[in-house]
């Protein structure tokens, strides 16, 4: 991001390219840059060699000037399918012949969140952490994934009113070196689950939900539903924000089992109050 770093970049751009028509420079998180890097690369950008090409990449393009925007086609690339990444996770281990799981690339190409950068950040990793076979249970212990489905087990605590057994999960998922963030991002993607279920019944195109998702959605109420999803999206927003991790998810348990949809008159008593 240095000033200087920028002016040895520029100062090699007027030489043509030994090899090939371009010269090809491609600044990855671009945005990274001090304003007076990008002060010093305006001119180029505006009027570059011919046998130079520029590709500026970046995951905030908000943070870039006018100025440089204004120079540049900007394409938005799309996050990949899942499936496409799993596709070509699978090619890079048998091209290395390397032996895996299925489901281990599963977990991987879904933890990417649709990048393909991160997919292979964390393929190196599993890679390294793995003896002679890449396992979906390592990949799993790699991601702070948790062996029992905690997601599914606090929502049916929730459910049936059950604070106590709440927290009681909590404290299995740390000594279970569990990542709260994940527990988490599953009790929303079941609650996406029981809101379609509640919306569509069985006539789904999506998903074919499991039978506890389906009982869930018969003891939630739609409001229900849509305010844990909204408590559960802001808890996910302020977490990192909480003393500690723990409590952060906590306070978020503990709203869910709390507040209630304003057209609901009834609510559960807190304990002071029993």
Request: hydrophobic share 40%.
């Amino acid at each position: 991001t240095r000033v200087e770093d920028t002016r040895d970049l520029l100062d090699n751009i007027q030489y043509a390219p030994t090899n090939g028509r371009f010269k090809i420079y491609l600044i990855d998180e671009v945005h990274m840059l001090s304003q007076h890097s990008f002060n010093a690369l305006l001119k180029t950008l505006e009027e570059p060699p011919s046998h130079v090409k520029f590709i500026l990449a970046t995951t905030d393009p908000q943070k870039l000037p006018v100025t440089v925007l204004s120079r540049c086609l900007q394409f938005n690339l799309k996050h990949l399918p899942a499936e496409l990444i799993n596709q070509q996770l699978q090619l890079i281990l048998q091209e290395e012949r390397l032996d895996f799981e299925i489901q281990a690339l599963d977990i991987l190409a879904q933890a990417a969140r649709g990048s393909m950068r991160d997919a292979l950040s964390l393929l190196d990793q599993a890679i390294t952490s793995c003896e002679t076979k890449l396992l979906a249970s390592d990949v799993k212990i790699l991601l702070g994934h948790t062996q029992q489905d905690y997601a599914l087990l606090l929502l049916q605590a929730l459910a049936k009113q059950e604070a106590p057994t709440m927290l009681v999960l909590s404290q299995q998922i740390i000594a279970e070196g569990g990542n709260f963030q994940y527990v988490l991002d599953e009790m929303l993607n079941y609650l996406h689950q029981i809101t379609i279920y509640q919306c569509l019944g069985d006539n789904n195109p999506l998903i074919s939900p499991k039978a506890e998702i389906k009982e869930l959605a018969k003891q939630f109420s739609a409001e229900d539903t849509q305010l844990f999803y909204q408590i559960g999206i802001k808890g996910r927003e302020e977490m990192h924000l909480a003393p500690t991790l723990a409590i952060g998810f906590n306070m978020t348990m503990l709203r869910m089992y709390t507040f209630k949809p304003a057209s609901h008159v009834t609510t559960p008593p807190l304990a002071f109050e029993q």
